[in-house]
């Protein structure tokens, strides 16, 4: 940035909200000189600096790419709307916090894929970032745009967008392909050739060099390579020794206030459970845990980097953790006298809850959380949540015994086989668990009960058993909110809900193909960003979009597939087979459940891949 | 005993607010190791206690802030482990043992002194001080939560002057009234008839009620 362009952002700083969010400099903060044969990368988080400063992933990569010398990594997020605007009308390009150069003059660009209601923000800051939208319009010296993260298990829908995926566990993986793409650079290479150097890294994904084929009535019908460097499958990455794995021992520290602001330990990665509408549980097989040694090291590096006051255990299932008492009781040693709480967040209700609470007496009380998901047991079965209602009110009642007195219960509505008796089963839980606050001497319960029922709206998610399965229309999800919202009218709960309207646009950008590219792009040009907030979000300017492109998207949202239809994502081998989500699709049906898979393999598809799933 | 701290708020940390700044001072004496103290309580929070706010945008010469110590630190070993801690910005640049018995510094805090330098030349608006000094009365409007009311700056305003294009202000900031440095410039801009220029502001000292630095009792 030249000295000009530095004064015009500084008055830039002086309007807009928050501005602490855009001008970098944190404790801790890389910054690294930009020199020859050193390959500079820019994560991109296309969420706000609140959100992107809470996520562990960009930490990881941060760390990854940092310690090695041939390269440099720096970061950028996504400006509120007063910011994104007033660089447009200065004439500043999106810059990055560490060296503030625009996205443009960056070797690699990659952005983390959390969430689908995201892409907009990548669009706009490539835009704003001086990089073309469109990956076959980018030239010789623009940006490599790469992904990664949960949601680029189906890329499709950013195809014209992202010129390279990654697929899986990014730490290893980040650097081969800034490897590649750094000494593709130095060679001269031409842009395409090093795409094809790209599509050659195990897990690499490049959406330019594969063709899709439709039926008439919109379904797919062919997806295959158009050169022979490109993979017809593309297996995902996996860290399989979580110990030995990047861990960052210093974290940028915010000034402004973080959504989750603290020390995040990572214990475990992947889930055993099954629950057949959970995405992430299917992607991140197999379990690995790291062990409470190397979680204590972290902890006290990070402690020392950053003087947090609090810590927070990440994990699928952090009471599935098999070392969760003796880390608790070293976090607890080791912290004793520094004022560092501990916070434990969404804890299945069938882990060994009692003890923690009750070795918890030094740890932060956050009030219990827990995820029902469903309102009654026939359903629960059929979405394999393998928690009795038995099992859930013995955990609130041993809460509320032990003085807590807010209960938050997480539960979804429009689930594959629902009915109007499973939507006021929600209700009829939430009034027992306020019984059982009652039911407690007046002197033996903490004042003031607090039950939060939250209901999202089901979206059908690629990769797990449901992903044949239709999405309730709008109308239907506002009616049964309403039923359940007239049930909820109970002293001392609070009940949440959401418009549908932004689970309908996940639901199609999570299982459409590469027909939503335009769909997005249009988006995009009649204003639309910001969605995953309400103040921002304009579902008519998506639904012109759609038309505009010719895209329906009632036909992905709401459609039940049939068994051996084509999927955008069937390419993508997350380890799961499709046989297998289709058994658990049919033993859904059945209202049978399936056993946790450390009790027995449940012969998911991992076990193809040597050394991948423990015996 | 207790530490009294005079500290910058310089460059890009004067887009901190009171907020960011409490916290980015309270992780910068938790990893420093000096021996601070804690409140009781169940969510017990690190004492630390700012002379006076200031708002994101300014700059801060010498602000000052106290805390109380649980065991004695020499003042130029709290220095340096301190600004170990800190970024340039936010530098600790001075530290004051006082006894526990010395009155609060927010207590003893009176006025302020400020530099407002108009970012274009501003010729209008700086002849217009002596004119607006002279008034006997200076109304500034002034938001509160409930509305807005009709405030008089003039016995706030302790002092103005025009120093090489730039404004040099003296307002009180006590619990008796406060003039903040946006409303001196609005109010002179209304009495000038020209729009409120855009400023670089700075607070340059804190001062007690003998108009000597806050650090130095």
Same mark, same amino acid.
């Given at each position: 940035?030249?000295?000009?362009?530095?004064?015009?952002?500084?008055?830039?700083?002086?309007?807009?909200?928050?501005?602490?969010?855009?001008?970098?400099?944190?404790?801790?903060?890389?910054?690294?000189?930009?020199?020859?044969?050193?390959?500079?990368?820019?994560?991109?988080?296309?969420?706000?600096?609140?959100?992107?400063?809470?996520?562990?992933?960009?930490? $990881?990569?941060?760390?990854?790419?940092?310690?090695?010398?041939?390269?440099?990594?720096? #970061?950028?997020?996504?400006?509120?709307?007063?910011?994104?605007? /007033?660089?447009?009308?200065?004439?500043?390009?999106?810059?990055?916090?560490?060296?503030? #150069?625009?996205?443009?003059?960056?070797?690699?660009?990659?952005?983390?894929?959390?969430?689908?209601?995201?892409?907009?923000? $990548?669009?706009?800051?490539?835009?704003? /970032?001086?990089?073309?939208?469109?990956?076959?319009?980018?030239?010789?010296?623009?940006?490599?745009?790469?992904? /990664?993260?949960?949601?680029?298990?189906?890329?499709?829908?950013?195809?014209?967008?992202?010129?390279?995926?990654?697929?899986?566990?990014?730490?290893?993986?980040?650097?081969?392909?800034?490897?590649?793409?750094?000494?593709? #650079?130095?060679?001269?290479?031409?842009?395409?050739?090093?795409?094809?150097?790209?599509?050659?890294?195990?897990?690499?994904?490049?959406?330019?060099?594969?063709?899709?084929?439709?039926?008439?009535?919109?379904?797919?019908?062919?997806?295959?390579?158009?050169?022979?460097?490109?993979?017809?499958?593309?297996?995902?990455?996996?860290?399989?020794?979580?110990?030995?794995?990047?861990?960052?021992?210093?974290?940028?520290?915010?000034?402004?206030?973080?959504?989750?602001?603290? =020390?995040?330990?990572? =214990?475990?990665?992947?889930?055993?459970?099954?629950? *057949?509408?959970?995405?992430?549980?299917?992607?991140?097989?197999?379990?690995?845990?790291?062990?409470?040694?190397?979680?204590?090291?972290?902890?006290?590096?990070?402690?020392?980097?950053?003087?947090?006051?609090?810590?927070?255990?990440?994990?699928?299932?952090?009471?599935?953790?098999?070392?969760?008492?003796?880390?608790?009781?070293?976090?607890?040693?080791?912290?004793?006298?520094?004022?560092?709480?501990?916070?434990?967040?969404?804890?299945?209700?069938?882990?060994?809850?009692?003890?923690?609470?009750?070795?918890?007496?030094?740890?932060?009380?956050?009030?219990?959380?827990?995820?029902?998901?469903?309102?009654?047991? #026939?359903?629960?079965?059929?979405?394999?949540?393998?928690?009795?209602?038995?099992?859930?009110?013995?955990?609130?009642?041993?809460?509320?015994?032990?003085?807590?007195?807010?209960?938050?219960?997480?539960?979804? =509505?429009?689930?594959?086989?629902?009915?109007?008796?499973?939507?006021?089963?929600?209700?009829?839980?939430?009034?027992?668990?306020?019984?059982?606050?009652?039911?407690?001497?007046?002197?033996?319960?903490?004042?003031?009960?607090?039950?939060?029922?939250?209901?999202?709206?089901?979206?059908?998610?690629?990769?797990?058993?449901?992903?044949?399965?239709?999405?309730?229309?709008?109308?239907?999800?506002? *009616?049964?909110?309403?039923?359940?919202?007239?049930?909820?009218?109970?002293?001392?709960?609070?009940?949440?809900?959401?418009?549908?309207?932004?689970?309908?646009?996940?639901?199609?950008?999570?299982?459409?193909?590469?027909?939503?590219?335009?769909?997005?792009?249009?988006?995009?040009?009649?204003?639309?960003?910001?969605?995953?907030?309400?103040?921002?979000?304009?579902?008519?300017?998506?639904?012109?979009?759609?038309?505009?492109?010719?895209?329906?998207?009632?036909?992905?949202?709401?459609?039940?597939?049939?068994?051996?239809?084509?999927?955008?994502?069937?390419?993508?081998? $997350?380890?799961?087979?499709?046989?297998?989500?289709?058994?658990?699709?049919?033993?859904?049906? *059945?209202?049978?459940?399936?056993?946790?898979? *450390?009790?027995?393999?449940?012969?998911?598809?991992?076990?193809?891949?040597?050394?991948?799933?423990?015996? | 005993?207790?530490?009294?701290?005079?500290?910058?708020?310089?460059?890009?940390?004067?887009?901190?607010?009171?907020?960011?700044? !409490?916290?980015?001072?309270?992780?910068?004496?938790?990893?420093?190791?000096?021996?601070?103290?804690?409140?009781?309580?169940?969510? +017990?929070?690190?004492?630390?206690?700012?002379?006076?706010?200031?708002?994101?945008?300014? !700059?801060?010469?010498?602000?000052?802030?106290?805390?109380?110590?649980?065991? +004695?630190?020499?003042?130029?070993?709290?220095?340096?482990?301190?600004?170990?801690?800190?970024?340039?910005?936010?530098?600790?640049?001075?530290?004051?043992?006082?006894?526990?018995?010395?009155?609060?510094?927010?207590?003893?805090?009176?006025?302020?002194?400020?530099?407002?330098?108009?970012?274009?030349?501003?010729?209008?608006?700086?002849?217009?001080?002596?004119?607006?000094?002279?008034?006997?009365?200076? +109304?500034?409007?002034?938001?509160?939560?409930?509305?807005?009311?009709?405030?008089?700056?003039? +016995?706030?305003?302790?002092?103005?002057?025009?120093?090489?294009?730039?404004?040099?202000?003296?307002?009180?900031?006590?619990?008796?009234?406060?003039?903040?440095?946006?409303?001196?410039?609005?109010?002179?801009?209304?009495?000038?008839?020209?729009?409120?220029?855009?400023?670089?502001?700075?607070?340059?000292?804190?001062?007690?009620?003998?108009?000597?630095?806050?650090?130095?009792?």
């Amino acid at each position: 940035m030249n000295r000009d362009m530095g004064q015009r952002l500084e008055m830039l700083l002086e309007e807009v909200q928050r501005p602490a969010r855009y001008t970098g400099g944190e404790v801790n903060a890389i910054k690294k000189e930009w020199r020859p044969g050193r390959t500079a990368f820019c994560f991109a988080f296309p969420d706000t600096y609140e959100v992107a400063m809470s996520h562990l992933g960009m930490k $990881i990569i941060y760390e990854a790419v940092n310690a090695r010398e041939d390269m440099l990594c720096e #970061r950028v997020m996504m400006p509120w709307a007063d910011m994104a605007d /007033g660089l447009k009308a200065a004439g500043i390009p999106l810059y990055s916090l560490e060296s503030r #150069r625009a996205l443009s003059e960056f070797d690699a660009v990659g952005f983390t894929l959390q969430y689908e209601m995201s892409y907009t923000n $990548i669009l706009a800051m490539l835009d704003l /970032g001086g990089i073309a939208l469109r990956g076959g319009q980018r030239g010789e010296r623009a940006p490599f745009v790469i992904a /990664g993260g949960p949601c680029a298990a189906n890329p499709e829908p950013l195809a014209e967008v992202v010129d390279a995926f990654l697929m899986g566990d990014g730490e290893t993986a980040t650097v081969q392909m800034l490897e590649v793409i750094g000494a593709g #650079r130095r060679e001269g290479l031409r842009r395409e050739r090093i795409l094809l150097r790209l599509a050659g890294i195990p897990g690499v994904y490049v959406p330019s060099l594969y063709e899709s084929v439709w039926h008439e009535d919109g379904t797919l019908a062919a997806f295959t390579p158009k050169v022979e460097e490109a993979p017809a499958r593309v297996v995902k990455r996996v860290e399989t020794d979580l110990d030995a794995a990047c861990f960052p021992a210093a974290m940028p520290l915010p000034y402004t206030e973080a959504v989750h602001d603290r =020390i995040v330990l990572e =214990i475990m990665r992947g889930c055993t459970r099954g629950c *057949r509408f959970c995405q992430a549980g299917m992607l991140y097989r197999p379990v690995r845990e790291r062990s409470p040694g190397k979680l204590l090291e972290q902890a006290q590096a990070l402690f020392e980097a950053t003087g947090y006051e609090e810590i927070s255990l990440s994990s699928l299932s952090t009471g599935d953790y098999s070392q969760l008492l003796p880390l608790i009781r070293g976090l607890n040693e080791r912290f004793e006298g520094r004022r560092v709480s501990l916070s434990l967040p969404s804890l299945r209700v069938d882990g060994p809850l009692q003890e923690v609470l009750a070795d918890s007496g030094r740890v932060k009380k956050s009030g219990l959380t827990l995820a029902p998901e469903a309102g009654t047991q #026939r359903l629960r079965d059929v979405i394999n949540k393998g928690v009795t209602e038995e099992d859930l009110l013995r955990a609130v009642r041993e809460a509320f015994e032990a003085g807590w007195n807010s209960v938050k219960l997480y539960f979804m =509505i429009g689930l594959p086989t629902e009915t109007d008796e499973d939507v006021l089963g929600v209700a009829a839980l939430a009034r027992k668990v306020v019984d059982c606050y009652y039911a407690l001497p007046r002197e033996k319960r903490a004042r003031g009960l607090k039950v939060v029922v939250s209901a999202s709206t089901f979206v059908p998610k690629p990769f797990t058993p449901f992903q044949w399965a239709a999405q309730d229309r709008l109308e239907e999800i506002r *009616r049964k909110q309403g039923l359940l919202r007239n049930a909820l009218n109970i002293r001392g709960v609070t009940f949440n809900w959401h418009d549908p309207e932004t689970s309908f646009l996940e639901a199609c950008f999570a299982r459409g193909g590469r027909e939503l590219s335009p769909v997005l792009l249009r988006a995009y040009e009649l204003g639309c960003r910001l969605d995953g907030w309400s103040e921002h979000f304009n579902f008519q300017a998506w639904l012109q979009a759609f038309s505009d492109a010719g895209v329906d998207p009632a036909f992905i949202a709401h459609r039940a597939r049939e068994k051996d239809e084509r999927f955008p994502w069937d390419f993508v081998d $997350i380890g799961v087979t499709r046989g297998y989500l289709w058994l658990e699709n049919e033993r859904a049906l *059945r209202g049978q459940t399936t056993p946790d898979c *450390r009790e027995g393999c449940g012969h998911c598809g991992l076990r193809r891949f040597e050394g991948m799933c423990p015996e | 005993m207790k530490m009294l701290v005079v500290y910058q708020k310089l460059g890009l940390h004067r887009f901190l607010g009171h907020l960011d700044l !409490q916290r980015a001072m309270q992780r910068a004496l938790r990893r420093s190791g000096l021996p601070v103290c804690y409140s009781q309580g169940f969510n +017990p929070h690190l004492l630390l206690s700012f002379a006076a706010p200031l708002s994101v945008g300014i !700059q801060g010469e010498r602000e000052v802030m106290e805390l109380p110590l649980g065991e +004695p630190v020499a003042e130029q070993d709290f220095l340096r482990r301190l600004n170990a801690a800190l970024p340039e910005g936010l530098k600790a640049l001075q530290a004051r043992l006082l006894g526990d018995d010395a009155a609060p510094a927010m207590a003893r805090l009176e006025a302020a002194v400020y530099t407002i330098v108009p970012r274009e030349a501003a010729p209008e608006l700086l002849a217009a001080v002596p004119g607006f000094l002279a008034q006997t009365a200076i +109304p500034c409007l002034r938001k509160t939560k409930s509305g807005e009311r009709m405030d008089d700056l003039r +016995p706030l305003v302790y002092n103005l002057l025009v120093k090489q294009g730039a404004l040099h202000a003296v307002l009180a900031i006590s619990e008796r009234g406060t003039a903040r440095p946006d409303q001196l410039l609005a109010s002179l801009a209304a009495f000038a008839g020209v729009a409120p220029p855009r400023c670089a502001i700075t607070r340059a000292a804190l001062l007690d009620g003998r108009m000597a630095p806050l650090e130095d009792p």
